[in-house]
């Protein structure tokens, strides 16, 4: 009896020590593969590299979505009312009967007058309360669990959301959809008989100088705050949901919609040239969209949770008027916007799903009939975006104003509206009221001075995890950020003074063409990485680098950032990112980490090589699994005591450099970095990233053997060795190469095999050669240590 209770004590005491280990891992194939597909649409150079790695984390969700949300489960009144719903939408039966009886000459039936959709800002104060009443009567309905809103918003989850997303069948769907919320919104009672879903054109606010968070559209007079919990507005005292409290995170990701982007798509006149796997990425009006979603983030950012935030509903109409002026633009180029279909529909999603026959997923209505022209024919039409031809006359409404048009690219008016501040439309409202001059009979313009942030917003997460909100099924992680002076920081302002006199030739102090040395390996690249339209941080001398982990087994995302001294020629930071937390010892949770700047540039993550203080290129993602040593925080407060020794001298922590296993290189290249596969040469090759390529396919290297080492095809300094059924990626010192069979060696005596016949050869072998050393010197110099 004794022994045993001692086995039960030593037994409960190594459980108590038990702790979780944090180790890197492969990035899944099917989003090397999204990677390997956009690396053929695009370059870092042409499209911001935070969108492309956006579109994959959605792809990858999209497809797991399915498997993850199984346990979400919807109650039976909600499904009952979903399919109410569905039947309210016109079923294909009726629809084609409607088609042939309007093909018919003398048809009896009169056609129903549409209702008008307007931008948000056009209606009237009565309009826009209804369109909230109507929103939140659906909200505050319990008569359907948990409540007629957030059953409406279960149906953009799971296996929805494949057929909903990836594909052209993305613009149909959520043109049903919308119908659907319409319906529901006029069945809230008899006064919202007459109620339509505005629309928001974001280039109204895109166009405003200064910050745009403060546009009136997020203050409590339309769509509530835009800041940590969303309230005011049509959110009155704040919403709760399936997802937890409803935050925003404004203007910390993805760019507002401009005129270049929404003319690529009305300018094009078939279906394959905004959609599909032939389309070209600027043209594809899906990947544009997102941008909003990460611009608003908060649920917005994250495909599971976006339609609980009733912005979304606006966003989508206006994605939905934007592709209506696309197919008048077919119509008028004689094309069949009923009938035109892309054969190739999907660019990464499940393509079954996607064609033309497949269920669309209401009613019985098929993915074609998403295109019938019934919808704008006979239930609703759309306003023009607001425009304006005097800047005295104004824009007809309070939260616009007319100024001159600057930017001339596609818009060649000379005015445009732009969205107001609160304090503008504040300060118009008054200037309105005011008793009038008899002789006074136009509008005054009223001219305020720029609002910008004077302090960085905190990044309010929702610790919402499959569903279910809170902090306690979090761990977090240290992760630290290296940080070289951006191209487009000119000059700090401070220089230095050689005999008695300032000397600005070689910069300020801190530059590193200032030092020979350092320029050296910061030399600025001929090529910058695309950014978006506006930098929010061009001229601050700190840079905001946003850090965030996706769930890859867990749908879960967790943002934080970290402010960095951009002055510097380079600097390290320390950042901390919450996943997933195991349940058990052997549970294991499996995410991939991200870090970016509020420009769209994204860092190049490297994992610390086991055993060793050395950082190699990864995939950026990792695993959490349980085991010895502690390598995460229960807490924030337990990950920094993780990284900070107070124990050996409280008045001077030492740094414990064991517990960060990855960084990330802010280094403002143009080189794709991700893990890639071409799908469609997926068993024959696999792009370890950074240029290395190996005559092994991704999933055979996924589970190599433990000192094997892989030549990198067409770079002779860089190789690929197996550490622990890993590939981690080497490269030789300065002035070696690599040689199969005898390691690395040198590059004098035994040059890369380079074509050199000729004078042209030779110059292009050695450009090849000087190309390569460039793109891979950074990991011979301890730029990662």
Not at 632 to 648: E, Q, R, S
């Amino acid at each position: 009896m004794h022994t045993a209770a001692v086995c039960l004590f030593l037994l409960s005491v190594l459980i108590t020590y038990v702790y979780a280990v944090v180790e890197t891992s492969d990035a899944p194939l099917h989003m090397a593969h999204c990677y390997g597909v956009m690396k053929k649409r695009t370059t870092l150079a042409k499209t911001p590299a935070s969108a492309i790695q956006h579109f994959c984390d959605n792809n990858y969700m999209w497809m797991k979505a399915q498997e993850i949300n199984i346990k979400r489960g919807v109650p039976q009144t909600a499904q009952t009312y979903i399919q109410h719903l569905y039947e309210g939408v016109v079923n294909r039966a009726t629809l084609k009967q409607r088609v042939r009886r309007k093909r018919q000459a003398g048809d009896p039936t009169p056609a129903p007058t549409p209702k008008v959709r307007k931008e948000i800002r056009m209606m009237s104060d009565a309009e826009i309360k209804l369109f909230f009443d109507a929103v939140n009567s659906a909200k505050q309905n319990t008569t359907i669990a948990p409540n007629k809103y957030d059953a409406l918003a279960e149906m953009h989850t799971g296996i929805t959301s494949l057929s909903a997303h990836g594909g052209c069948n993305f613009h149909g769907w959520h043109r049903v959809y919308l119908h659907m919320f319409e319906n529901a919104l006029r069945e809230e009672g008899p006064q919202f008989a007459e109620v339509t879903v505005p629309y928001w054109d974001s280039r109204l606010d895109n166009y405003m100088t200064g910050d745009k968070t403060r546009s009136a559209l997020f203050s409590d007079r339309l769509m509530g705050n835009c800041s940590g919990q969303a309230r005011g507005g049509i959110m009155r005292n704040g919403w709760e949901s399936t997802t937890g409290t409803i935050t925003r995170n404004c203007g910390t990701d993805g760019p507002l919609l401009n005129d270049e982007m929404v003319n690529n798509i009305t300018k094009q006149t078939r279906m394959r040239e905004i959609c599909g796997e032939d389309s070209n990425i600027d043209h594809d009006w899906e990947f544009h969209h997102n941008g909003i979603h990460r611009w608003i983030d908060g649920q917005m950012a994250i495909l599971d949770s976006a339609v609980y935030d009733p912005i979304f509903w606006i966003h989508h109409t206006f994605v939905d008027k934007v592709w209506e002026d696309f197919r008048k633009n077919q119509k008028r180029a004689g094309v069949d916007s009923q009938t035109d279909y892309p054969t190739n529909p999907t660019v990464m999603g499940a393509h079954e799903l996607h064609l033309p026959e497949a269920a669309l997923g209401f009613s019985d209505l098929r993915v074609i009939d998403g295109l019938s022209d019934i919808y704008t024919e006979e239930f609703y039409t759309y306003d023009p975006s607001p425009t304006c031809v005097d800047s005295t006359v104004g824009c007809g409404s309070k939260y616009l104003k007319c100024v001159e048009n600057t930017d001339k690219k596609i818009d060649q008016s000379p005015f445009r509206c732009v969205a107001r501040t609160l304090k503008e439309v504040e300060e118009y409202e008054a200037e309105l009221n005011k008793p009038k001059p008899v002789e006074c009979a136009r509008v005054i313009n009223i001219t305020l001075p720029e609002y910008t942030h004077n302090s960085i917003d905190p990044v309010q997460n929702t610790f919402c995890m499959n569903g279910n909100s809170d902090i306690s099924q979090w761990v977090y992680i240290p992760i630290k950020l290296i940080l070289r002076r951006p191209p487009d920081y000119k000059s700090y302002g401070s220089y230095p003074v050689n005999g008695g006199k300032l000397d600005t030739r070689m910069g300020d102090i801190y530059s590193p063409s200032a030092y020979s040395n350092v320029q050296r390996y910061l030399r600025t690249r001929p090529e910058q990485p695309a950014t978006y339209d506006e930098c929010l941080e061009s001229s601050d001398p700190t840079n905001t680098i946003y850090v965030k982990s996706v769930g890859l087994n867990y749908a879960g995302v967790y943002k934080e950032y970290a402010i960095m001294d951009k002055r510097l020629a380079i600097t390290v930071a320390t950042a901390y990112l919450a996943v997933r937390k195991p349940q058990s010892p052997t549970d294991t949770s499996v995410a991939i980490l991200h870090a970016q700047d509020s420009c769209g540039r994204v860092c190049k993550p490297v994992c610390k090589v086991p055993g060793t203080e050395i950082f190699r290129p990864c995939s950026g993602a990792i695993k959490v699994t349980g085991g010895k040593p502690l390598q995460f925080g229960n807490t924030f407060g337990d990950a920094v005591l993780g990284v900070f020794d107070f124990d050996t001298d409280a008045n001077c922590p030492q740094v414990k450099t064991e517990t960060i296993i990855m960084s990330f290189y802010c280094d403002y290249g143009t080189e794709w970095f991700w893990p890639s596969v071409d799908p469609a040469l997926k068993n024959e090759a696999c792009d370890l990233g950074n240029g290395c390529k190996i005559a092994k396919s991704c999933a055979a290297a996924q589970n190599c053997t433990n000192g094997e080492v892989i030549e990198c095809a067409g770079l002779c300094h860089m190789y690929a060795a197996c550490f622990n059924q890993k590939l981690m990626l080497y490269q030789c010192r300065r002035g070696e190469r690599y040689l199969k069979g005898r390691g690395c060696v040198d590059s004098r005596t035994n040059p890369c095999e380079y074509a050199t016949t000729g004078p042209r050869g030779r110059r292009e072998a050695l450009r090849k050669r000087r190309n390569t050393i460039q793109r891979t010197k950074k990991i011979n110099n301890n730029q990662y240590k």
